[in-house]
């Protein structure tokens, strides 16, 4: 893409290797508080980074269609994208190591992070070549409102609907009648069905970031500071009726997240865009290949705790013989591991830009 603007490269890398990090500890019953997801309603740090990519692919969307024609090429592209990322999700939830390597049927886990990225970018890239922004904020609203009202007001089974996580919960209900066995959960999965539509919203916001950010506007990261603030104090204020909660990808979330995506991604524009500050060049070699890097991480951790050590995995066995020990803690020890796994990608990310090797997905 012609004209980047660094910070969003370093933003997406930075995005992808906190993914990695959180999604790798060493043992998940030892874990620091931060880098588990929430339990339920509210957020941790670790429940930004998922939405943080969804906003990012936004913005990207933005330099890769902008003032382009749209041909059958292009809609034939944003496809072709699409079913990759969804097919590659698909086999990561496949996968065994067992002859023919593929699971029972009724196993396979429909849903997934790869399958929501492929969805959130079709509509969004569909939606930002054909529809004028100042329609695209009405339409975020009505996709926020309208999502509310169904989580809300909509009975399941002529029960009264909940936002707990309970068989009364509309999007999880709908997950169960939809994918049955094939969800994360037998009764819900994070990354289903109807909670997708305001994830989308949340690739729209990051869209309208990236037009402020190829505008012709002065002071952008000042403008940015200022939506960032806004989305994080009416995402709370909206908490107090819809509360904040990732699993349900609610409204209240939606603008919370974008919020601290806005701020985090004005300040490094500051740093790096305006006051050409040096930072951050390994973020960006891992965002120049983020997509593979999120699935080779994942398989490869896949593999790991597959291959049988003894009476643990392959994964486990590293873990308790280099990681363990009895002068750390077992949380520090599952971080150390963690931030090793981060330090072998960031290195091949290393490796992939300085060869000028960008796998697209």
Request: positive net charge.
């Amino acid at each position: 893409m012609k004209n980047r603007i660094l910070s969003v490269d370093i933003f997406r890398g930075m995005t992808i290797v906190l993914m990695i990090l959180v999604n790798t500890p060493g043992t998940w019953s030892n874990v620091y508080a931060p880098l588990l997801h929430a339990k339920w309603h509210g957020y941790t740090p670790t429940d930004l980074v998922f939405p943080f990519f969804l906003f990012i692919v936004g913005t990207s969307i933005v330099f890769a269609y902008q003032n382009k024609p749209t041909t059958g090429a292009t809609y034939k592209k944003i496809v072709v994208r699409t079913l990759k990322l969804i097919g590659l999700g698909l086999f990561l939830g496949a996968f065994t190591l067992s002859f023919p390597f593929i699971k029972d049927f009724a196993e396979i886990r429909f849903p997934g992070v790869l399958q929501r990225i492929g969805i959130v970018f079709f509509f969004a890239s569909i939606l930002f070549i054909n529809v004028p922004w100042k329609a695209l904020i009405g339409l975020s609203i009505v996709l926020l409102v309208g999502y509310w009202g169904l989580m809300e007001l909509v009975p399941v089974n002529g029960v009264a609907s909940t936002l707990e996580r309970a068989p009364n919960n509309l999007a999880n209900y709908l997950d169960v009648q939809l994918f049955g066995s094939h969800n994360y959960k037998p009764d819900y999965d994070p990354e289903g069905l109807l909670s997708t539509i305001p994830a989308i919203v949340s690739s729209l916001l990051g869209i309208f970031t990236g037009l402020i950010l190829t505008s012709k506007q002065a002071k952008k990261a000042t403008i940015l500071m200022g939506i960032g603030g806004a989305l994080l104090i009416i995402g709370h204020l909206w908490d107090i009726i819809f509360p904040i909660n990732k699993a349900l990808w609610t409204s209240s979330f939606v603008l919370v997240t974008a919020g601290w995506a806005n701020l985090i991604l004005a300040l490094i524009y500051y740093l790096t865009d305006i006051k050409g500050v040096a930072f951050g060049s390994i973020f960006r070699y891992a965002g120049a290949n983020a997509i593979i890097l999120y699935f080779l991480s994942s398989f490869i951790s896949k593999i790991m705790g597959m291959i049988k050590v003894g009476e643990t995995s392959l994964h486990g066995w590293l873990f308790n013989t280099v990681y363990v020990h009895d002068f750390i803690s077992m949380q520090l020890s599952s971080l150390l591991y963690g931030l090793s796994v981060v330090g072998f990608y960031a290195l091949l990310a290393h490796i992939l830009y300085r060869r000028k090797i960008f796998i697209k997905v």
